[in-house]
Antibody
Framework: QVQLVQSGAEVKKPGASVKVSCKAS????????THWVRQAPGQRLEWMGW????????RYSQKFQGRVTITRDTSASTAYMELSGLRSEDTAVYYC?????????WGQGTLVTVSS | EIVLTQSPDTLSLSPGERATLSCRAS???????LAWYQQKPGQAPRLLIY???SRATGIPDSFSGSGSGTDFTLTISRLEPEDFAVYYC?????????FGQGTKLEIK
């Protein structure tokens, strides 16, 4: 069965960076894009960007351009999302999702807390 | 950027009733790339509907989607206790892929 398992919760100070991993299983990793979506407390879901796991192409939301980097390791069937220059407004649950029929499978989410 | 506006913000209904949720886009959604998700507290979103009207794997036929262009609807024909949650629409036809603000479906 398809599963996306994300890394654990993180607490970071303002200005730091965070890197979240998303390990895929149950399907051929390079055949599907991996997207990243975040949800701040009480807010709507917010799309951040995606990576074509087959050819390593990426595309980012303009809002996060310059601060977010999405990478992948095909040998480990894992995608990564790194967000730099963290501020308090980046406190959120970060999700990875597989692009199949829309975003058909999601990771369990990773809480990133930014606090001094 | 396509802005999605859902209505109502909160819908109070009883089990067994019919629910109708609306999603309006600020511009036409390309190729009908409109999805609906269900989210319960502490959980990741769950895909219900893609392509405006196709049910995802394992989704009961009490859930149906309709619409095109800028106006879309999610209908739950007969509410079960486990259907009370927050519902989001999403357009994935043009980047940035955007979500609505959500409709909270609560028990009356």
């Amino acid at each position: 069965q398809v599963q996306l398992v994300q890394s654990g919760a993180e607490v970071k100070k303002p200005g730091a960076s965070v890197k979240v991993s998303c390990k895929a299983s149950g399907y051929t990793f390079i055949n599907h894009a991996t997207h990243w979506v975040r949800q701040a407390p009480g807010q709507r879901l917010e799309w951040m960007g995606w990576i074509n796991a087959g050819n390593d192409n990426t595309r980012y939301s303009q809002k996060f351009q310059g601060r977010v980097t999405i990478t992948r390791d095909t040998s480990a069937s894992t995608a990564y999302m790194e967000l730099s220059g963290l501020r308090s407004e980046d406190t959120a649950v970060y999700y990875c999702a597989r692009r199949g029929d829309s975003f058909d499978y999601w990771g369990q989410g990773t809480l990133v807390t930014v606090s001094s | 950027e396509i802005v999605l506006t859902q209505s109502p913000d909160t819908l109070s209904l009883s089990p067994g009733e019919r629910a109708t949720l609306s999603c309006r886009a600020s511009q036409s959604v390309g190729s009908g790339y409109l999805a609906w998700y269900q989210q319960k507290p502490g959980q990741a979103p769950r895909l219900l509907i893609y392509g405006a009207s196709s049910r995802a794997t394992g989704i009961p036929d009490s859930f149906s989607g309709s619409g095109s262009g800028t106006d879309f609807t999610l209908t739950i024909s007969r509410l079960e206790p486990e259907d009370f949650a927050v519902y989001y629409c999403q357009q994935y036809g043009s980047s940035p892929y955007t979500f609505g603000q959500g409709t909270k479906l609560e028990i009356k």
